[in-house]
């Protein structure tokens, strides 16, 4: 079953409004969570790590106010995609790994796919 | 520099034929790991194969193989028997031996199984 889950798996909103996707590790406490972002027909590109208890750590050209990420507990993340834009519109996914170290492998939730209209 | 290449934007096979998927990789860090996941067109990331840096033996998983050549730093994916719910996209990714350090993903290919 899944360990991590993401939710919603699809929203629609209108332009200028803001959105919030969860994220959440089921059984297991993640200090660090990722959050990636997909277009169409290409990989994915890391927007953020997500830190328990701290500040994201945002990769170049994503923007922080746009982007905003909290990391309330061990097992939740949440992305908001403030003040929406058309644009904006992609496949948002999270994941998060158990333990440290390279050979721990990394689980993804389901997705978000957000539509701005 | 790319750290994760995937030369092979398509490929097809037919059913009940095995396919082999190509990565070729780049890091500097004697620790590392390197992932295969499969993504089918709803989105979901599924894990599929695991190959340490330090293995000394191929990975294995049912009808998943990682042909790990550490030298040309390479790690195809092997997939035995296809079958059609094998079309999906695959993309191949890196961890580096930092602490909780993320993967880093090559462009994947799109595998289409055809009957």
């Known amino acids: 079953g899944a360990v991590v889950s993401q939710h919603p798996s699809r929203v629609i909103c209108k332009s200028g409004t803001s959105v919030k996707i969860e994220c959440r590790s089921l059984?297991?406490?993640?200090?660090?969570m990722f959050w990636y972002r997909q277009f169409p027909k290409q990989s994915l590109m890391l927007m953020a790590t997500s830190n328990e208890g701290s500040k994201a750590t945002y990769e170049q050209g994503v923007e922080k106010d746009k982007f905003l990420i909290n990391h309330a507990s061990l097992t939740l993340s949440t992305l908001t995609v403030t003040s929406a834009h058309p644009e904006d519109s992609s496949f948002y996914i999270c994941?998060?790994?158990?333990?440290?170290?390279?050979?721990?492998?990394?689980?993804f939730g389901e997705g978000s796919w957000l539509t701005v209209v | 520099a790319q750290k994760i290449t995937q030369t092979q934007p398509g490929m097809f096979v037919q059913e009940k034929e095995a396919v082999t998927l190509d990565c070729t990789y780049d890091t500097s860090d004697p620790s590392y790991g390197l992932f295969w996941y499969k993504q089918p067109s709803s989105g979901e990331m599924i894990f599929l194969i695991y190959q340490g840096s330090y293995d000394q033996q191929n990975a294995t998983e049912g009808r998943y193989s990682l042909n790990f050549q550490k030298a040309r730093k390479s790690a195809n994916l092997v997939i035995s028997a296809s079958q059609l719910g094998d079309s999906a996209m695959y993309f191949c990714?890196?961890?580096?031996?930092?602490?909780?350090?993320?993967?880093?993903f090559g462009k994947g290919t799109m595998l289409l199984v055809s009957p």
């Open positions: 994941s998060a790994s158990k333990d440290r170290g390279v050979g721990n492998t990394i689980y």
């Open positions: 059984d297991f406490q993640a200090t660090t």
């Open positions: 990714a890196m961890r580096e031996g930092r602490g909780y350090s993320t993967l880093t």
